[in-house]
Antibody, heavy 120, light 110 residues
């Protein structure tokens, strides 16, 4: 059974950094792109971008450049999202989601979400 | 990024059929396929409809998707209490180069 298991909730102060992990299992990790999405409290879903798990090449949506970094460690089938210089408005649940690819954008499996709270 | 318009809420009684609309533009819904996700309270979204009208394995045929021009719709027939959730439509926007989402529709089963 395909699983994406994300790291636990984080409480950070403004200006700090956070790194969220997304451990994939029970499928060939490099065959499927990994996407990251954000959901602010009480709000809808926002697509942050994706990473090519074959090449490691990231693509960031507008608004998610500079402070946001997608990375991989294929040896442990894990994708990462790092956010630096955290702001209060970064408070949200962050999801990783596998792109089944047929067609692109078919997010068939999701992590359980990681709540990041930014507060002084 | 919420460029797709969805009604904030919808409701129906058990057994009824409800439809949720998703309105976009020629750069997204009008020219791309549409996906729908169901998000039960406190859980991650789940793929409900992909490629506008296809159901993943395990999704009951009570759920169906359709599109006409720049509007898409999700229909749920034989409404059940378990269907209470938020529903999101999404499509690729060829102009913005992002996956755009609707703000979600909260479905209440009365």
């Amino acid at each position: 059974q395909v699983q994406l298991v994300q790291s636990g909730s984080e409480l950070k102060k403004p200006g700090a950094s956070v790194k969220i992990s997304c451990k994939a299992s029970e499928y060939h990790f490099t065959n499927y792109a990994m996407n990251w999405l954000r959901q602010a409290p009480g709000q809808g879903l926002e697509w942050m971008g994706w990473i090519n798990t074959n090449t490691g090449s990231p693509t960031y949506a507008q608004g998610f450049t500079g402070r946001f970094v997608f990375s991989l460690d294929t040896s442990v089938t894990t994708a990462y999202l790092q956010i630096s210089s955290l702001k209060a408005e970064d408070t949200a649940v962050y999801y990783c989601a596998r792109d089944e690819g047929r067609p692109p954008g078919t997010f068939d499996y999701w992590g359980q979400g990681t709540l990041v709270t930014v507060s002084s | 990024q919420s460029v797709l318009a969805q009604p904030p809420s919808a409701s129906g009684t058990p057994g009824q059929r409800v439809t949720i609309s998703c309105s976009g533009s020629s750069s997204n819904v009008g020219s791309q396929t549409v996906n729908w996700y169901q998000q039960l309270p406190g859980t991650a979204p789940k793929l409900l409809i992909y490629n506008t009208n296809q159901r993943p394995s395990g999704v009951p045929d009570r759920f169906s998707g359709a599109k006409s021009g720049t509007s898409a719709s999700l229909a749920i027939s034989g409404l059940q209490s378990d269907d209470e959730a938020d529903y999101y439509c999404t499509a690729w926007d060829g102009s913005l180069k992002v996956w755009v989402f609707g703000r979600g529709t909260k479905l209440t089963v009365l």
